[in-house]
Nanobody
Framework: VQLQASGGGLVQAGDSLRLSCAPS????????MGWFRQAPGKEREFVAA????????LYADSVKGRFTISRDNTKNTVYLQMNSLKPEDTAVYYC???????????????????WGQGTLVTVSS
């Protein structure tokens, strides 16, 4: 599975961005999808995840209420809508796929088997 995140860029605090990730292959709907981010000098951290059907989502406390994860299984694409961006949201954002049959999405880094290259989001103050 190859993943490629897109949609990053340079924005000002308070602005919005929408990231997209379109994994290759025809089994997208069988993957739990997640977004992680890594800021300079920091470890990669969980941002959001969504179940296979899209009916269950999970968010890090730091983005809850500002970010929304969604997916369109007909387009094999997962999205991360980021509103009210803050300078501390600056990071490289990665999408990841968890192929394991779980009842709900997880924030655990090790549970995602496939990772994309990442897209840089820079939020200026």
């Amino acid at each position: 599975v190859q993943l490629q995140a897109s949609g990053g860029g340079l924005v000002q605090a308070g602005d919005s961005l929408r990231l997209s990730c379109a994994p290759s292959g025809r089994t997208f709907s069988t993957y739990i999808m997640g977004w992680f981010r890594q800021a300079p000098g920091k470890e990669r951290e969980f941002v959001a995840a969504i179940s296979r059907s899209g009916g269950s989502t999970l968010y890090a406390d730091s983005v809850k209420g500002r970010f929304t994860i969604s997916r369109d299984n007909t387009k094999n694409t997962v999205y991360l809508q980021m509103n009210s961006l803050k300078p501390e949201d600056t990071a490289v954002y990665y999408c990841a796929a968890d192929p394991t049959w779980r009842s709900r999405p997880s924030s655990g880094y090790s549970q995602y088997d496939y990772w994309g290259q990442g897209t840089l989001v820079t939020v200026s103050s």
